[in-house]
């Protein structure tokens, strides 16, 4: 089955930095890659999302690459503010599969 | 508004008292989904339904159980709550595992069995 892995575990960022945040998938095949957001207290909230016939999508200060050659696709938030401060999940639908498969999460704390 | 609703939001049980934990949805969606959260696991699938009356087991099915009879509900059940069962709960909805429509979190129900 898909198996994703997501980098790093925890990021630290000052204000106004930018942040990614990097995920490898198994399957080849996968063909939809979500990313969300999860604040404290709260389920996890899409943000953005990608499918296998685009290379990039962006949404004002957020944006997602994919590289299916090396099967990895990754997260960036330009010009980080506190809000910005959570949980974030990637995630793979591989073929064959009526689930997603997350990663393990990513901590992003925002030093103002 | 649209949501997926859960209750409780908290829990706290001894070993081997039944419980449930409830889910619902106002959206007329026809997949719904039970995922754990556990810290360095992520989230991973326990069951899952595609309409009513129709549910499959995900990732992690052993020691629950679930229902779907009627398409806004799909409760979790804990037969028999063992303390491996502690984590924080989620309910999801799509309006269709087709077509990767985006889901649906409910704000979760965080569970410690003693």
């Known amino acids: 089955g898909e198996n994703v892995e997501q980098h790093p575990s925890t990021l630290s960022v000052q204000e106004g930095d930018s942040a990614v945040i990097k995920c490898t998938y198994s399957d080849s095949a996968s063909n939809y890659f979500p990313w969300y957001k999860q604040e404290l207290g709260k389920g996890p909230q899409l943000i953005i999302d990608i499918r296998s016939n685009v290379g990039e999508k962006k949404d004002q200060r957020i944006a997602v690459t994919l590289n299916k050659t090396a099967k990895h696709f990754s997260l960036h938030i330009t010009e980080t503010q506190p809000e910005d401060s959570a949980v974030y999940f990637c995630?793979?639908?591989?073929?064959?599969?009526?689930?997603?498969?997350f990663g393990s999460g990513t901590r992003l704390q925002v030093q103002p | 508004e649209a949501q997926v609703t859960q209750n409780p939001r908290y829990l706290i049980t001894v070993t081997g008292k039944k419980l449930t934990v409830t889910c619902s949805q106002n959206?007329?969606?026809?997949?719904m989904s039970w995922y754990r959260q556990d810290p360095g696991l992520g989230l991973r699938q326990i069951y899952y339904?595609?309409?009513?009356?129709?549910?499959d087991k995900g990732d992690v099915p052993e020691g629950y159980k679930v229902s779907r009879k009627e398409k806004r509900n799909f409760p979790l059940i804990l037969e028999s709550p063992s303390p491996n069962q502690t984590s924080l709960y989620f309910c999801?909805?799509?309006?269709?595992?087709?077509?990767?429509?985006?889901?649906?979190f409910g704000n979760g129900t965080r569970l410690t069995v003693t």
């Open positions: 339904s595609m309409n009513v009356e129709v549910t």
């Open positions: 959206m007329n969606h026809e997949y």
């Open positions: 995630a793979a639908r591989g073929t064959g599969r009526r689930a997603l498969t």
């Open positions: 999801a909805s799509s309006l269709s595992i087709r077509g990767n429509s985006p889901l649906h």
